[in-house]
């Protein structure tokens, strides 16, 4: 830079001239109360080491190729912890960190890892596995949420430190900066030198990227994210999990920057109200215990219970009479919400309103673990109430819980909107619940078919998903977008390795969607899918998955014209969950079915004492107005045709006494009379005719009454 002057007068705004080099290129980010101006070397000048995601190989720095050799493996099981040591021929820099179930402890090399000195001594840790990129290599050790990992490093060896408890790392300094647009950077701070390296996750299926340093060790000590990408927490390095196709993480003087482009879009939710910000602080702090609402739920169920018990004898001292305190009770009702205790959490919650009165009412943290509770156990009419209170209309976190009830009740407009509203109020819930959230706003969009927005949102719950479940809902969604958007052979490949999984619903939608998908293509006929729908049908029993697999097999039988099969397999799905989304679809697909075959003609290839069977046993079907009434006649005509009299005057019969009225039932009552002297039943007619008489009816169908009665005289 060759200058930089102020060029505004004292007094007024500030506004400073930059006068730059031939070449050098510029960017701003406002940072909290700073602006923050980047001086960027020309294009091709300073050699950086960057790595974008999947596009770019890694290319490492110059002075510092990846450690070439072998890394020997020792590990030492202690009465309460494990050592892992890792000695490399020379100093290799490194990460560790926790990704979902497992623990990784990387490397800047690109050798092998000898692990004949684990001799499978580990009883805590046996299923170490080795994972390896381009100048990466390390461990992934599977181990349960309560154990950390700590890390120390001397000369040319690495050691890990694997317990219930782990020191701290000196944390890096981490920043969002965001520009006026809402783009901006993430920025950690290490202060030494340091590279980023590619990796794939085995497990998940994804690409991480992963800022390796030397000793000693610095990390990061809290998770940050943006909709494109996330900083884990890590012991030493970083880790960072990308959530679109050209995120790109560089490591240049010491600072690791992780972007997008023009700039990461930010997470944040639109300003809260203070009273809004006040109810999501009140969510994430226990006043009592200083637990997070967004802390990791306890791994082991004896320590939820003996929390709950604390929890509850404290609540219990405070009593149940209008008047007395609540917050012991409250923070009872959120840790037990935490945990997706929901019914119990209500309960905690009614003696609240016991002892607040109307006071409760009007408590927003109150009315948002009520909504959550009730979202928990699907009750949405009364979720909504209480998430749509006024308090809570700015709040994310209540608009998360808007979102994902609005999901369950298949409303996916309404359901995107809310969910992305929220995206704010992501961290303050456990990782799982994120997980679900991102899961429902990908179910969303690609129901609205927005096939990018349910791609990120799915990718997003595969990196927040603390269990397998979670993480194959997602790989199902992706699977249903490679076929949306036109690769059936890659989209079926998914479909079949989902299908084999331990996840009993998440395996019966991916056999269902490859059957959809089949059928679709023309691999598979309707007669195919008969025997394997059936068997589905009988394998997953509840919820929209089995109403997902009766309404296909509907579908199949009512091409081969079993329509009786098609709308009896409906009706008996469609009863067993009368409140479901679903099942008011599948009951409309019924009348559409029905309508089709009694108004379009589709029965008429049966014979008509069987369309008059089939009549009978859906008539609840029949549509009401002009259309039900057109069904009744056209059915009754085809009676007449075979003689079949009696059957037809009683079907216009019902018309006449129940459903018609003015002119149509004057014309109904005509064709019954008509059918009565037919039948050699002149008194019936008489009586049809004369119990129908209307006022200024049209002249022809008057000449055609007057014609029956004489008839009948």
């Known amino acids: ?68 050799g072998t890394g020997r493996v020792q590990l030492v099981e202690g009465a309460n912890d494990t050592r892992v040591t890792i000695t490399w021929p020379a100093a290799a820099r490194a990460a560790a960190f926790r990704r979902g179930e497992a623990l990784w402890l990387v490397f800047d090399a690109s050798g092998r890892i000898d692990l004949t000195g684990v001799s499978r001594v580990g009883r805590r840790h046996q299923d170490i596995q080795v994972v390896q990129g381009q100048g990466i290599i390390g461990l992934r050790i599977p181990a349960p949420p309560d ?94 999990e990308p959530r679109a196709d050209d995120v790109s993480a560089t490591f240049a003087d010491g600072v690791l920057t992780v972007s997008r482009g023009e700039g990461l879009i930010s997470a944040s939710a639109p300003e809260q109200s203070q009273l809004a910000a006040d109810v999501s602080a009140a969510m994430m702090q226990d006043d009592l215990g200083g637990t997070p609402l967004h802390s990791e739920a306890a791994s082991n169920l004896v320590q939820v219970r003996e929390r709950i018990d604390e929890l509850t004898r404290r609540a219990a001292d405070e009593g149940v009479q209008e008047g007395a305190p609540v917050e012991a009770r409250m923070a009872l009702a959120r840790y037990l919400l935490e945990n997706e205790f929901a ?12 002892n607040q009165g109307e006071l409760a009412e009007i408590d927003p943290e109150y009315r948002l673990l009520r909504g959550a509770a009730n979202v928990m156990m699907g009750r949405t009419s009364a979720a909504q109430a209480d998430l749509t209170a006024s308090a809570l209309v700015n709040n994310p976190s209540a608009a998360l819980w808007r979102g994902y009830a609005a999901s369950l009740q298949q409303n996916w407009a309404d359901a995107r909107r809310e969910l992305e509203r929220g995206a704010g109020g992501l961290e303050e819930h456990p990782p799982a619940w994120r997980a679900r959230f991102q899961v429902a706003l990908a179910e969303s969009a ?34 249903r ?84 099969e098609a709308l009896a397999t409906m009706r008996i799905a469609a009863d067993r969950f009368p409140t479901d989304p679903a099942a008011r679809q599948l009951r409309a697909d019924m009348s559409t079915l029905f309508e089709r075959l009694f108004l379009d003609g589709e029965a008429d290839q049966l014979e008509p004492i069987q369309a008059l069977g089939l009549f009978y046993e859906f008539s609840d079907l029949t549509p009401v107005g002009p259309n039900g009434d057109r069904i009744v006649r056209l059915l009754a005509g085809r009676l007449v045709h075979v003689d079949l009299l009696e059957q037809a005057a009683q079907l216009l019969q019902h018309q006449v006494d129940e459903r018609v009225q003015g002119v149509g039932k004057a014309q109904v009552a005509a064709d019954l009379a008509a059918i009565y002297l037919m039948d050699r039943k002149p008194d019936r007619a008489l009586v049809a005719l004369a119990g129908s008489r209307q006022p200024n009816i049209p002249q022809t169908l008057q000449a055609d009454r007057r014609i029956l009665e004489a008839r009948v005289a």
């Open 1 to 68: 830079m060759r200058e930089i002057r102020r060029v505004s007068a004292a007094g007024a705004p500030v506004r400073l001239q930059l006068t730059l080099d031939a070449g050098v290129r510029q960017r701003h980010f406002v940072d909290g109360d700073r602006v923050v101006v980047d001086l960027l070397p020309p294009e091709g000048g300073v050699e950086q080491t960057t790595a974008a995601n999947g596009e770019r190989t890694n290319a490492p720095a110059p002075a510092r190729p990846p450690v070439a």
């Open 446 to 479: 690609i129901q609205l078919n927005d096939y990018a927005a349910a791609e990120a949102a799915a990718r997003a719950a595969m990196a927040e998903a603390p269990d397998q479940a979670l993480r194959l809902q997602a790989r199902l969604i992706e699977a």
């Open 343 to 354: 019914a119990e959490t209500l309960g905690a919650l009614r003696i609240v309103a016991i």
């Open 481 to 564: 977008i490679v076929a949306a958007r036109g690769d059936p052979t890659r989209a079926l490949t998914m479909l079949d390795e989902l299908s084999r999984t331990n996840d009993e619903e998440t395996a019966v939608r991916a056999q269902v969607e490859a059957i959809r998908l089949r059928r679709s293509t023309g691999v598979m006929r309707a007669v195919d899918v008969i025997e394997p729908l059936e068997a589905l049908r009988f394998r997953w029993r509840g919820n929209s998955t089995e109403l997902l697999v009766v309404g296909m097999l509907g579908d199949a039988y009512s091409e081969l014209g079993r329509w009786r």
């Open 147 to 240: 154990v950390q990992v700590s890390a120390s490093a001397e000369d040319n060896s690495w050691t890990f430190t694997l317990a219930s408890h782990a020191t701290a790392p000196a944390a890096a300094p981490l920043t969002r900066e965001v520009n006026a647009e809402g783009r901006g950077r993430m920025t950690v701070r290490f202060g030494r030198e340091g590279i980023v390296r590619w990796i794939n996750d085995p497990e998940i299926g994804d690409r991480i990227a992963v800022a390796l340093l030397g000793g000693p060790a610095r990390g990061v000590d809290t998770r940050r994210a943006t909709l494109e990408a996330a900083i884990l927490p890590a012991a030493h390095g970083a880790v960072i």
